[in-house]
């Protein structure tokens, strides 16, 4: 064994015991051994977490607002410079969770500390009655983040999906040449095969549907805005904003718990659609699909997206003669468990079962 390989083995050691120090907090302070360097502020930070009730937990100090505030901004000042993106989006989801940190989300200096993500944007969507006037307009900022990025990244697949299926559902028989749909034409023409020049003559041309300045579809997303589905809630506004801006679909977003409330006219501004949006709550699903069917108009050109977990506060016999009505007439009807990237939702799956008996079916994404 070489002098530096000699040297670097212990220390490889040293950095794995370090490691699970700091996974297994102080209780392995004896059989782990002390830290130093970097590793002290990060020990802290996640001790402040982890162990509330130690020297440096965030939770020590639970009766005086004042002076818990500034070690709660220091703190995510700490876990964004030592962790990365991932893991400090983890600690703050634990930090509301684990220790009821509001004042996290109602000042403006620890707002602009924190890393926005959807989970951050929920808390603050159910904490928008209560955050002060001089925070709201951080707080927007914060949840603008969030909507642009996820904007960004969901507008022009969805977008190109939704335009390229309604595009194409119509059919041109005098199309121009861009808009020639090959495949159907070559197979309209194969009775005029010329096997010797091995060519088709395209006779019939087939083309894709032009472009209609009338709406094709119309797209009613009827979207419960519990507790349980806060994620949900950002995903499909931003889903229901891309459609709106759209001219092939016209659009309409209805949100409800026991209450109905619809936000149509905010679909241009997602932002201030979330806003408008109150967390929390019983469920009616039946109030709201009825509410949903006064407002179609064209059933058999209507699509109705419910997004929920299907767990019913309202008369579940009810909720499902207002699905079969729905089906009956015509509307393209969908039950979306979750609209998340947090794995498979919990949904009831007994009433799943009774609206996919009906055509109503149901799909988590």
Not at 29 to 39: E, I, K, R, T, W
Not at 89 to 109: K, S, Y
Not at 246 to 256: G, I, N
Not at 348 to 364: I, M, N, T, Y
Request: hydrophobic share 40%; aromatic share 4%.
């Amino acid at each position: 064994m070489s002098a530096d390989d000699a040297t670097s083995a212990p220390a490889s050691s040293t950095e794995r015991l370090s490691r699970w120090r700091l996974i297994l907090g102080s209780e392995a302070q004896q059989s782990c051994g002390g830290l130093s360097g970097d590793a002290l502020p990060m020990d802290q930070a996640l001790a402040a977490l982890y162990e509330p009730d130690g020297e440096q937990g965030l939770g020590r100090r639970r009766g005086g607002r004042g002076g818990s505030a500034p070690t709660v901004a220091r703190w995510l000042g700490d876990i964004r410079q030592y962790f990365p993106a991932s893991v400090v989006q983890v600690m703050q989801q634990d930090a509301l969770q684990r220790l009821n940190l509001q004042e996290m989300l109602t000042q403006p200096e620890m707002l602009e500390a924190v890393q926005p993500d959807v989970h951050l944007v929920a808390s603050l969507i159910s904490l928008s009655s209560v955050i002060p006037q001089g925070t709201k307009e951080t707080a927007r900022a914060v949840v603008k983040q969030v909507v642009d990025a996820l904007m960004r990244q969901l507008e022009e697949p969805l977008r190109a999906a939704v335009t390229g299926s309604l595009d194409r559902s119509q059919r041109n028989r005098r199309p121009r040449l861009a808009e020639v749909d090959w495949p159907r034409t070559i197979r309209a023409n194969l009775r005029h095969w010329l096997p010797e020049h091995r060519t088709v003559v395209p006779q019939t041309l087939i083309g894709y549907g032009r472009k209609s300045r009338r709406p094709q579809r119309e797209v009613v997303l009827c979207i419960d805005q519990s507790g349980s589905m806060a994620a949900s809630v950002v995903y499909s506004s931003i889903f229901g904003a891309v459609l709106a801006s759209l001219p092939a679909v016209s659009t309409k977003l209805v949100v409800f718990d026991t209450k109905v409330v619809d936000m149509s006219e905010h679909l241009h501004d997602p932002v201030e659609l979330l806003f408008g949006v109150q967390l929390g709550g019983g469920t009616d699903i039946e109030g709201a699909v009825a509410y949903c069917q006064s407002l179609i108009t064209d059933p058999r050109n209507t699509i109705f997206v419910l997004i929920s977990d299907l767990y019913e506060g309202g008369v579940e016999a009810k909720l499902l003669r207002r699905a079969a009505e729905l089906v009956e007439s015509g509307v393209q009807c969908v039950a979306l468990l979750a609209l998340s990237d947090e794995g498979a939702p919990a949904f009831d799956r007994e009433l799943a079962a009774k609206l996919a008996a009906l055509g109503v079916p149901s799909f988590a994404f």
